[in-house]
């Protein structure tokens, strides 16, 4: 058995949650849902990334202190994980001093020691917008090229990472240890490192930068946020504590779901810190693009930010249908689109009347003869399942969450047609019943293969057809043993139960 850690990015809760914290929720949580069900031991881990700038003047401008904003704030985050059936562990917030703060600082220190710290007076452009200083290479005419501002011009003292040392150990470590997901994003990364690395900037002066973890023995400097956030993988382990719990680190494959825009803070500061501190390095990074809104960049000024809430709503709170077009909209590493009309056609077309109905079909016809399945023990069908699971496995364990769902989307779309192609309805007898009972086996399969993408709708669907295993589905040591996978696997499955709609219409159109 293998173990998986697996984390997303830790959310700045300066501003409520938007579409791209739910793409990245939602990759990783169908990736942890697939490792538990492949048989993995698994530990999800997400968060909140509270310090800095940032929170500081939000929560100046609102009125209150840094800490009332984030404790009224995270709670937001939390509660739209749990209605979106994220399954994360834990939480860990970098403003909690008991559980994130013991680690930072020994890893501070650990850095110190291994002297790769060193403090200057630095002359920087400070974007406060992206809060962090900006090299040459984020400038575009003097300005930040995200933000279209021109940075503030800054000079202080700084506690400095030496970065610029570790370009040539870093070729390497991304050629062979740590894997960069997709492909074209390692290209990418490659290039960065190819052109030479700067050191980085890694505490401010308090007189700056208050509402952050001081720097151990220099109490006139607070961290900036690479010490402090990218520690939370591991100050969620309680590294350097008296509770440490390494082998969710040294023994697991460790694999850490980011953002396009933070990637090479991932793949570059991160494992150089790691080293320098006597931790073994991640072993994956899998990065994801952007989500656009009705083809444009997402913006306040634009009016075109999507509220998950207000997703969650146009489905009457079921997340399945934002779960499945996330997934198979947007292949893994690539950027997306949401649309309302989109959404709205996937939920019609791929959910409702492709698989809804055919499990509604199926169900309702063998209600009414009112008998035992018959699975017919076919040689084809049992070679055919085999190599539907074997496909399917193979996108999956890739990350390619899209390949792997449109597999299962093309079978119900082939299992519609030859329904229609068999007219069940004009059989009889015993013919009838194995017709239907082998439409109800892919049925089946099919629930299971959805399920780590839309977990609540694949139990429902189980328990329509009557399957035994149907209400410990949900559970997390639910596995997907042989027998499952194979044709006819469930011996003790004799009945199906009651057909309900699983996808009502919907009722009203978006604003
Ligand atoms: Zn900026």
């Not at 509402?211 to 151990?216: A, E, R």
């Not at 010490?227 to 719990?245: K, P, R």
């Amino acid at each position: 058995m293998s173990r998986q850690y697996i984390t997303t990015a830790i959310d700045y809760p300066n501003a409520a949650p938007h579409m791209g914290h739910v793409l990245e929720k939602v990759l990783a949580d169908v990736m942890a849902r697939w490792f538990r069900l492949r048989g993995d031991e698994v530990r999800f881990q997400i968060g909140t990334d509270e310090h800095g700038i940032k929170i500081q003047q939000t929560a100046d401008k609102e009125k209150l202190t840094p800490r009332q904003l984030v404790d009224r704030n995270v709670p937001i985050f939390e509660e739209l994980y749990k209605k979106l059936g994220i399954s994360a562990d834990v939480f860990i917030r970098t403003s909690d001093e008991k559980k994130h703060w013991p680690t930072v600082k020994e890893l501070w220190k650990k850095l110190q020691a291994a002297g790769v710290l060193e403090k200057r007076t630095y002359t920087g452009f400070y974007c406060a917008g992206c809060e962090r200083f900006l090299t040459k290479k984020d400038l575009v005419e003097a300005m930040c090229d995200i933000h279209k501002v021109k940075p503030q011009e800054v000079k202080e003292e700084n506690w400095f990472f030496k970065l610029s040392e570790e370009t040539e150990w870093l070729k390497k470590l991304l050629k062979k240890e740590y894997k960069i997901i997709p492909q074209f994003r390692e290209n990418e990364t490659m290039a960065l490192l190819e052109s030479g690395l700067e050191d980085v900037s890694f505490s401010r002066p308090k007189s700056s930068l208050t509402w952050g973890i001081p720097v151990p023995g220099d109490e006139g400097q607070t961290m900036y946020v690479w010490c402090d956030a990218l520690t939370n993988y591991i100050s969620g382990l309680g590294y350097f504590t008296d509770h440490e719990e390494k082998t969710w680190w040294d023994d697991a494959t460790v694999t850490h779901v980011i953002g396009k825009d933070i990637a090479r803070f991932h793949a570059l500061i991160w494992p150089a810190m790691l080293k320098h501190a006597g931790v073994k390095v991640p072993d994956q990074l899998v990065i994801h693009g952007f989500l656009t809104s009705e083809g444009q960049k997402m913006s306040k000024s634009l009016g075109n930010v999507v509220k998950p809430d207000e997703v969650l709503a146009h489905f009457g709170g079921n997340p399945d249908p934002l779960r499945f077009y996330l997934s198979h909209e947007v292949p893994v590493g690539n950027d997306g689109d949401f649309s309302w009309k989109r959404i709205d056609e996937v939920y019609v077309s791929k959910l409702g009347n492709q698989l809804g109905n055919m499990l509604n079909r199926v169900l309702v016809m063998l209600k009414k003869e009112n008998t035992d399945l018959t699975i017919p023990a076919a040689a084809e069908d049992a070679a055919a399942t085999k190599k539907q699971w074997a496909d399917f496995s193979e996108k999956l364990d890739a990350f390619d969450l899209h390949g792997a769902l449109q597999h299962v989307v093309t079978g119900v779309d082939a299992m519609n047609r030859a329904f229609n192609a068999a007219e069940p309805w004009k059989l009889t007898g015993e013919k009838k019943i194995e017709a239907l009972s082998t439409f109800a086996e892919c049925l089946r399969h099919v629930s299971l293969m959805v399920l780590p993408f839309i977990p609540g709708t694949a139990q429902k669907m189980a328990m329509q057809l009557g399957l035994p295993y149907a209400d410990a589905m949900l559970d997390p040591a639910f596995v997907l043993t042989d027998a499952l996978k194979q044709w006819n696997g469930v011996k003790d499955w004799k009945r199906v139960g009651e057909p309900a709609i699983l996808f009502p219409p919907l009722e009203k159109k978006p604003a």
